[in-house]
């Protein structure tokens, strides 16, 4: 742990090995984890010359199908066919949900397209986040 906790203080690259380590930090090692990671950011601050600066796009999501063949057991955004009024949004729904973001003062939109055909069943996550793909066959992106 502790000489995790000084390669992450140092601002060095860590191996899968030390991060496994710094995820078990508790008490007063989390705590000097959490001062090195605000060390790093700050540092990698400056040398953008935007010190102090963090920066916030708000953006709207907007899920244009919540249908996924994967199996993720983290996730509580897909779900089933038979939970669901229709499979996917339609476009005025789509314009609606845009426009309200818009509304709250939203600068960007996330879509959420389901899993992509070119990778095998549960072979990553389709959730919003990661998702990237469009599916040209929709049956294929019903569980």
């Known amino acids: 742990m502790r000489r995790a906790l000084r390669r992450a203080s140092d601002a060095a690259t860590l191996n899968i090995d ?11 090692e989390l705590t000097q984890l959490c001062e090195a990671a605000a060390r790093v950011r700050d540092a990698g601050l400056i040398e953008l010359g935007r010190p102090g600066v963090i920066t916030f796009s708000p953006k709207v999501f907007i899920p244009l199908t919540r249908l996924c063949r994967d199996r993720c057991h983290y996730c509580t955004f897909a779900t089933t066919p038979n939970h669901l009024p229709a499979a996917y949004l339609e476009i005025s729904q789509v314009v609606e949900i845009a426009k309200e973001g818009a509304k709250a003062g939203c600068l960007e939109a996330l879509f959420t397209l389901g899993p992509c055909d070119s990778r095998p069943a549960n072979s990553g996550c389709a959730c919003p986040s990661a998702n990237a793909g469009i599916t040209k066959d929709p049956a294929k992106s019903i569980v």
Not at 19 to 28: C, H, K, N, T
């Open 18 to 28: 030390e991060i496994s380590v710094l995820l078990a930090a508790r008490d007063e």
